[in-house]
């Protein structure tokens, strides 16, 4: 099986960044789909940038210009930069690789930004 977990969450003020981290173990490979998700209080959990088995990656529209997703296979390790963060950032943020039909999520790390 394949373990995720996430790190780098934390409070900061409105404008400010962080770095989010998640670090796989088990049966992952380099061709495997890994993104970042969110989820807010009373929301339901939404895309926030992916790293595709192509390596092409994609971003919400929401977060454009303001946070980078990038990976390094060697550490098997997926990181989220977020800068100019704004209040509506708050949410769990959710590590995920998935392969074909099957996906994994880590258990998340909180973020919140205080206006």
């Known amino acids: 099986q394949v373990q995720l977990v996430e790190s780098g969450g934390g409070l900061v003020q409105a404008g400010g960044s962080l770095r989010l981290s998640c670090v796989a173990s088990?049966?992952?490979?380099?061709?495997?789909?890994m993104g970042w998700y969110r989820q807010a209080p009373g929301k339901e959990r939404e895309l926030v940038a992916e790293s595709t088995t192509s390596g092409a990656t994609n971003y919400a529209d929401f977060v454009k210009g303001r946070f980078t997703i990038s990976r390094d296979n060697s550490k098997k390790t997926l990181y989220l930069q977020m800068n100019s963060l704004k209040p509506e950032d708050t949410a769990v943020y959710y590590c995920?690789?998935?392969?074909?039909?099957?996906?994994?999520w880590g258990q998340g790390t909180q973020v919140i930004v205080s206006s």
């Open positions: 995920n690789t998935a392969l074909g039909p099957w996906v994994w």
């Open positions: 088990g049966k992952i490979y380099s061709i495997n789909a």
